[in-house]
C-alpha cells in the first residue's frame, strides 16, 4: 500500500486513461498546426538490441504556441516511473508559453501499464527507444526545426544517453539538438572515449535520496571535457520530486530504495550488442533481473518534497538552456 500511495503522491492525478490509438489512425508524418493527440509506431524493447523485438503503437500530446509563425522548435517530454500526470502539464505551458512545439509522450499506456511501482516494467531506454521514434516523426514536419529531448527521474536516462554519440547513431540517422535530464537515474557510465554530441544539461538534488546526485556528478565530471557540451546543476537541499506539488508536505518512506550504491555490479553501460549490462558483465535482460539489481544496488529509506524554489531554478534553468542551445 506504501508504494501504491508513493505513486500517487510522486506522479500527481492522471490525466488521460483512454488510448487514443484506438480512435485514431497511426501517423507516418506530420503536417497538423493544431494541439492534438499523435499516434505513432514504436519499438517495445528493454535495451538497443532490436533482434526478435516487436513494434507497437504509443501516443503523444502534441501542443502548438498561441502565436503562429513559420518556424518552430520543439521539445519531446517523457515522464518518469510514475507516468503521465497533471504536474508535468506546467512544463508544457512554460515551453509553449515561450514559443515551442511540446509532444508529451505516454509511454506506458500503449503497453497496458498505469505506474511502476517497481521501478523494472520498462527501462529509460525503453523510453528513448519511443523518444527516437517521436523525433523521427516531427522531423516529418515542415514548420518544425530543431528538436529538444527532456525527461524526468527513469525518463531523465534517455536525455542523458543521447549525449553519447555511439548510443544515438544506434536508433536513427537524426538526433536532437539539445537534451535535459531532471533529477534523473545516473547508475550508468561509457568508455572514456565516447563521443559526445547533443548539448545536455542535468538537474539534480542535492538532499534526492531516490536517485542520488553523485552518479550524475561523477558523469558530469568524466564527459565535461568536450567542448562544454555538458552542464551540470545542483540545486541545494532539492529532494526527488522537488516539481510535484502533491508532495508539497513531504512524505518519507521507510522501504524505498535509494539507489546510493556505487561499484561495478551496480553501475550499467551498454553492450557491443546493445544489451543492458554491469561493469560485471552480468546482464540486465528485463525486468526481473532489474529488480534484483534494484535490491542489490540500494538501501532502505527515501524522503520526497516538493520545493518551489527548486521548481522556479528548473523552469529558468530549462529556458535559458534552450534558448542557448538552439541559437548556437
Known amino acids: 500500500m506504501r508504494y501504491l500511495i508513493l505513486i500517487f503522491l510522486l506522479s500527481g492525478c492522471a490525466i488521460l486513461r483512454t488510448d487514443p490509438c484506438e480512435l485514431y489512425e497511426v501517423s507516418s508524418s506530420l503536417k497538423t498546426t493544431n494541439d492534438q493527440a499523435i499516434c505513432f509506431e514504436t519499438i ?53 508559453s515561450n514559443g515551442y512545439v511540446v509532444f508529451q509522450l505516454d509511454h506506458y499506456m500503449g503497453r497496458g501499464i498505469r505506474y ?58 537524426n538526433s536532437f539538438d539539445a537534451s535535459i535530464a531532471i ?57 526527488h520530486g522537488f516539481d510535484n506539488p502533491f508532495l508539497f508536505f513531504g512524505i518519507t518512506f521507510d522501504n524505498l530504495p535509494s539507489l546510493n550504491i556505487i561499484n561495478d555490479k551496480c553501475t550499467l553501460t551498454i553492450s557491443e550488442e546493445g544489451r543492458i549490462v554491469n561493469l560485471l558483465g552480468d546482464i540486465i535482460e528485463g525486468p526481473v533481473e532489474s529488480e534484483e539489481l534494484l535490491l542489490a544496488c540500494s538501501t532502505p529509506g527515501v524522503k520526497v518534497k516538493y520545493s518551489s524554489e527548486a521548481t522556479a531554478i528548473t523552469a529558468e534553468a530549462i529556458v535559458s538552456f534552450l534558448k542557448r542551445r538552439f541559437s548556437d
Not at 533482434?51 to 515522464?79: D, E, Q, W
Not at 528538436?147 to 543521447?162: D, E, H, R
Not at 552518479?215 to 565535461?224: L, M
Request: charged letters at 25%; a positive charge; aromatic letters at 12%.
Open 183 to 239: 533529477y534523473p537515474y545516473c547508475g550508468f557510465t561509457l568508455g572514456n572515449k565516447a563521443v559526445t554530441s547533443t548539448p545536455l544539461l542535468i538537474i539534480t538534488g542535492g538532499s534526492d535520496d531516490l536517485t542520488p546526485e553523485q552518479s550524475c556528478k561523477n558523469i558530469y565530471e568524466k564527459f565535461k571535457r568536450d567542448g562544454e557540451k555538458i552542464e551540470f546543476i545542483s540545486i541545494p537541499e532539492a529532494r
Open 116 to 173: 511502476d511501482k517497481t521501478f523494472s516494467k520498462v527501462s529509460g531506454i525503453t523510453f528513448m527507444n519511443d523518444a527516437y521514434y517521436a523525433l523521427n516523426l516531427l522531423r516529418t514536419h515542415p514548420s518544425i526545426e530543431k528538436i529538444a529531448y527532456i525527461g524526468w527521474s527513469q525518463g531523465g536516462v534517455g536525455p542523458i544517453l543521447t549525449h553519447f554519440d555511439d548510443i544515438a547513431l544506434r536508433l536513427t540517422d
Open 44 to 96: 517495445d524493447s528493454y535495451d538497443l538490441n532490436y533482434s526478435g523485438k516487436r513494434n507497437i503503437n504509443i501516443y503523444g500530446k502534441l501542443f502548438f504556441p498561441k502565436n503562429t509563425a513559420r518556424k518552430y522548435n520543439a521539445v519531446v517530454l517523457s515522464h518518469g516511473s510514475g507516468g503521465l500526470r497533471r504536474y508535468h502539464r506546467k512544463y508544457v505551458d512554460l515551453l509553449v
